[in-house]
């Protein structure tokens, strides 16, 4: 990288890093890996700053490397070791309804059982719902047809719904399914 474009790098990584960061946390589940998948991102944004500078969304060139090197780790790593899903949301519970926290534990939940989805479901959920693109957006960037994006999304929120809906079930009945 030439010394004249370390300023507008530098701007770019204060200013996305954390939205990157975000994404990649959503995607992995978890901090160090969501860490690393970040800091190869902007590696590879700093080894093609030009092309990447010049790109009309230079965020949306980022996103889509960060993307990639996320599916190709869960590539490498599918037949290993599952994500486990918890039983439950932390053992006994008091009413929901007089439980200050029940907001963090359903957003708990929630992120377990989306890191137990398919990558390319979890990816469209987060692609859509955290990072707010369009279906179109989604499609340019992960290659595929809107309507594929559409299917993944319709797919995805079905298997949220009947996960979280199980759990609560099984929390609510004292934890016999």
């Not at 230079?58 to 599916?71: C, K």
């Not at 009413?95 to 989805?117: K, S, W």
Request: include cysteine; glycine fraction near 6%; charge should be positive.
């Amino acid at each position: 990288m030439r010394a004249a474009d370390v300023p507008a790098f530098t701007a770019f990584v204060q200013a996305r890093s954390s939205a990157l960061f975000r994404t990649a946390l959503l995607l992995t589940g978890e901090r160090h890996l969501a860490d690393d998948l970040v800091q190869s991102t902007l590696e590879q944004v700093c080894r093609h700053w030009r092309r990447v500078r010049s790109a009309d969304a230079p965020e949306a060139y980022a996103r889509r490397i960060l993307v990639n090197l996320a599916n190709d780790r869960w590539r490498r790593l599918r037949g290993h070791a599952e994500i486990p899903l918890d039983e439950g949301i932390g053992g006994e519970q008091a009413d929901p309804a007089f439980d200050p926290y029940q907001g963090l534990h359903v957003r708990d939940e929630l992120i377990r059982v989306l890191h137990t989805l398919p990558i390319g479901m979890r990816t469209v959920l987060v692609l859509r719902y955290f990072e707010e693109l369009g279906d179109a957006e989604i499609a340019r960037l992960l290659d595929i047809s809107e309507s594929s994006v559409r299917s993944q999304a319709a797919r995805g929120l079905a298997k949220l719904r009947s996960a979280i809906n199980a759990q609560t079930t099984r929390a609510s009945s004292g934890g016999a399914a």
